[in-house]
């Protein structure tokens, strides 16, 4: 349940508490959208989860593409359900503290990128072990890219 702490060295780094703007770091809207996509809802009440490591507490919204340090909280999608990934308090200080390895994993979407719904994410969630997939703007989780999309 733990394979990103593995893959993830953190070396002599010290991991803190990640900084998380309050309940409006996101609209409404794309809360609400995030939440319901990244919930286990195979019980009788869905449960928001990790989707680093599968935690249920403590959990954060957390923007791919940053809307700081460069980025601007103006730009096409940045408060968008394809932008937010659920994260748990260690994986989103692991995220930061570690932005090479976090940006391989879609966790962290360069500042370059137009569109975050085009990079993948590598989800714990998804599968045991992991397996990637592409978050979209109305709030679901996608088997394959957009170049694939458009190929089919």
């Known amino acids: 349940g733990k394979w990103h702490l593995r893959r993830i060295p953190l070396g002599a780094r010290t991991v803190k508490p990640a900084k998380v703007a309050g309940p409006e770091s996101f609209p409404a809207a794309a809360c609400a959208l995030i939440d319901t996509r990244d919930s286990d809802d195979s019980g009788a009440v869905p449960v928001r989860l990790c989707q680093g490591c599968g935690k249920t507490r403590n959990l954060h919204r957390h923007h791919r593409r940053g809307k700081d340090a460069g980025g601007s909280g103006d730009r096409a999608h940045t408060h968008c359900a394809c932008n937010g990934l659920t994260l748990c308090d260690v ?5 930061h503290a570690n932005p090479r390895e976090a940006q391989a994993m879609g966790w962290i979407v360069s ?4 569109e975050p719904a085009a990079e993948g994410v590598m989800r714990f969630a998804a599968a045991e072990g992991g397996a990637t997939q592409w978050p979209s703007c109305d ?6 890219g957009p170049e694939m999309r458009e190929a089919a």
């Open 91 to 95: 994986c989103h200080a692991i995220a």
């Open 111 to 114: 500042q370059s990128a137009d």
């Open 139 to 144: 709030g679901q989780w996608l088997e394959t």
